[in-house]
């Protein structure tokens, strides 16, 4: 009982851990027109899984705030809808990626001297 | 198929217009997508059931889509709206008691009275349960969009501290706790006798040796106003609620304060001006017992137009006064 408890807040704290970095995932498969299912299959491929519950508000969510830009195609047999960077978007991902190595660099230097 | 279109139900429900249909379609294309793109022998109907179970909850994905959680009672007034809760459903339960112990005095119907006290307690506080409830519903909700508004619009900075409060324009917690109590044993005692022994609102002489009572309202009128009573009512608690809330007169406090006010001073005049209201055969009643030599027609009028001058007076009182209170404040801000 104990084992599984610290087990959950294990997890959550891996869960916890991951969240940060979706968005700057999901940015970074989006200099190509995506649809909602095929980032789900390419991102977890590369060892990055987000779920489908997470990941289709949040491209909304990303729409709205100017990132990513969308469009309908109604020609496949299907209608999917496709999502990119916008011009505004690609420069905020530029600045996230700046950002980010530098937390890892850091990261990874506050985390070594501990050992 | 049925249970994907139940699924994009259950999420999208609590949306509407452009957002809904735009959740929607989404949905369920990406839906279609997952069923289309699983390459497993299963039928279309199985697929349809393994991509829902992989969205998940649609209130947690509705969530999602939303941005926010929504809440009945937010945590921000969780902890006031149990305060109140207990206050009120208190006072309630002390009010009804007392109104049914004066109205068993005054009535013959001794065990009409005992029997109804357990289903009026209940009936009494599940009302103010309800009541309480709405009223934090009602003050969650125009708060939402309050908060959304002022996380867009303004950036916060150090000018935005409250200022420590100052002894003019503070409110102790006592006031509106003391209000709240009284204002709920009155009305509770109020309602209670309406229904229970409305025959209590009346005039009292002893003739010889009887007791003769003359009716002042027409009853049947006045319980016919009870949505307007408890609309006072409601009126009543939300301003002290609001007191509790802002705990100080400010400018925007005021203004609220004033136009709930006002509002309830609409309902009460409403009341008294409707003529229907008052006992018809009152003044010829009361001649017959009381031999009066003055027109009591007359006296009756201006005690009525009385009343309604001294309602108005006191609650412009009060308006002027918080008004006061809330641009000292705004002032001392500048």
Same mark, same amino acid.
């Given at each position: 009982?104990?084992?599984?408890?610290?087990?959950?807040?294990?997890? /959550?704290?891996?869960? $916890?851990?991951?969240?940060?970095?979706?968005?700057?995932?999901?940015? /970074?498969?989006?200099?190509?027109?995506?649809?909602?299912?095929?980032?789900?299959?390419?991102?977890?491929?590369?060892?990055?899984?987000?779920?489908?519950?997470?990941?289709?508000?949040?491209?909304?969510?990303?729409?709205?705030?100017?990132?990513?830009?969308?469009?309908?195609?109604?020609?496949?047999?299907?209608?999917?809808?496709?999502?990119?960077?916008?011009?505004?978007?690609?420069?905020?991902?530029? $600045?996230?990626?700046?950002?980010?190595?530098?937390?890892?660099?850091?990261?990874?230097?506050?985390?070594?001297?501990? $050992? | 198929?049925?249970?994907?279109?139940?699924?994009? %139900?259950?999420?999208?429900?609590?949306?509407?217009?452009?957002?809904?249909?735009?959740?929607?379609?989404?949905?369920?294309?990406?839906?279609? !997508?997952?069923?289309?793109?699983? *390459?497993?022998?299963?039928?279309?109907?199985?697929?349809?059931?393994?991509?829902?179970?992989?969205?998940?909850?649609?209130?947690?994905?509705?969530?999602?889509?939303?941005?926010?959680?929504?809440?009945?009672?937010?945590?921000?007034?969780?902890?006031?709206?149990?305060?109140?809760?207990?206050?009120?459903?208190?006072?309630?339960?002390?009010?009804?008691?007392?109104?049914?112990?004066?109205?068993?005095?005054?009535?013959?119907?001794?065990?009409?009275?005992?029997?109804?006290?357990?289903?009026?307690?209940?009936?009494?506080?599940? *009302?103010?349960?309800?009541?309480?409830?709405?009223?934090?519903?009602?003050?969650?909700?125009?708060?939402?969009?309050? !908060?959304?508004?002022?996380?867009?619009?303004?950036?916060?900075?150090?000018?935005?501290?409250?200022?420590?409060?100052?002894?003019?324009?503070?409110?102790?917690?006592?006031?509106?706790?003391?209000?709240?109590?009284?204002?709920?044993?009155?009305?509770?005692?109020?309602?209670?006798?309406?229904?229970?022994?409305? !025959?209590?609102?009346?005039?009292?002489?002893?003739?010889?040796?009887?007791?003769?009572?003359?009716?002042?309202?027409?009853?049947?009128?006045? *319980?016919?106003?009870?949505?307007?009573?408890?609309?006072?009512?409601?009126?009543?608690?939300?301003?002290?609620?609001?007191?509790? %809330?802002?705990?100080?007169?400010?400018?925007?406090?005021?203004?609220?304060?004033?136009?709930?006010?006002?509002?309830?001073?609409?309902?009460?005049?409403?009341?008294?001006?409707?003529?229907?209201?008052?006992?018809?055969?009152?003044?010829? !009643?009361?001649?017959?017992?009381?031999?009066?030599?003055?027109?009591?027609?007359?006296?009756?009028?201006?005690?009525?137009?009385?009343?309604?001058?001294?309602?108005?007076?006191?609650?412009?009182?009060?308006?002027?006064?918080?008004?006061?209170?809330?641009?000292? *404040?705004?002032?001392?801000?500048?």
């Amino acid at each position: 009982m104990e084992n599984k408890l610290t087990d959950e807040i294990y997890n /959550s704290l891996v869960q $916890e851990l991951r969240r940060g970095n979706i968005i700057l995932s999901v940015l /970074s498969q989006l200099h190509i027109p995506q649809y909602g299912y095929s980032l789900v299959v390419s991102l977890d491929e590369k060892g990055v899984p987000v779920e489908p519950g997470t990941l289709y508000p949040l491209l909304r969510r990303l729409e709205k705030q100017n990132i990513l830009e969308s469009t309908w195609d109604t020609n496949a047999s299907k209608p999917r809808k496709y999502y990119k960077l916008s011009k505004n978007g690609g420069k905020v991902y530029d $600045e996230l990626c700046k950002e980010w190595f530098k937390i890892a660099k850091n990261m990874e230097n506050i985390l070594k001297s501990q $050992e | 198929m049925e249970i994907v279109n139940r699924y994009i %139900y259950a999420v999208t429900k609590s949306f509407s217009g452009k957002q809904k249909a735009e959740i929607e379609k989404e949905l369920k294309a990406n839906i279609d !997508e997952m069923i289309e793109q699983n *390459q497993s022998a299963a039928t279309n109907e199985e697929k349809a059931k393994k991509a829902i179970l992989e969205l998940g909850d649609p209130e947690k994905l509705a969530d999602n889509y939303r941005g926010t959680k929504r809440y009945i009672i937010g945590p921000k007034y969780y902890e006031l709206y149990k305060f109140v809760l207990k206050i009120v459903i208190g006072a309630v339960i002390g009010g009804i008691s007392i109104a049914l112990l004066v109205g068993s005095i005054f009535t013959a119907n001794q065990t009409f009275v005992t029997t109804n006290y357990l289903s009026a307690i209940f009936s009494g506080a599940l *009302q103010a349960f309800a009541w309480t409830t709405i009223i934090f519903m009602i003050v969650e909700r125009k708060n939402f969009t309050l !908060e959304d508004s002022y996380l867009e619009k303004n950036e916060w900075n150090l000018t935005k501290l409250p200022q420590l409060p100052d002894k003019k324009t503070e409110i102790p917690l006592s006031e509106p706790i003391f209000s709240i109590i009284i204002t709920t044993i009155f009305f509770s005692i109020f309602f209670g006798l309406l229904f229970s022994a409305p !025959e209590i609102f009346a005039a009292y002489f002893k003739v010889g040796k009887d007791l003769v009572t003359i009716p002042i309202f027409n009853i049947a009128v006045l *319980q016919g106003y009870r949505i307007l009573i408890i609309g006072i009512f409601i009126l009543s608690i939300l301003r002290e609620v609001l007191k509790i %809330y802002y705990r100080k007169w400010t400018l925007k406090h005021a203004i609220i304060h004033s136009s709930i006010l006002i509002v309830a001073t609409i309902f009460t005049l409403i009341m008294i001006t409707d003529n229907n209201l008052w006992n018809p055969n009152f003044t010829t !009643e009361i001649s017959k017992y009381a031999k009066l030599d003055f027109n009591i027609l007359n006296i009756l009028q201006n005690i009525k137009n009385w009343i309604v001058v001294i309602i108005v007076g006191i609650n412009i009182f009060e308006i002027v006064l918080v008004l006061y209170k809330g641009i000292f *404040q705004f002032k001392k801000l500048k």
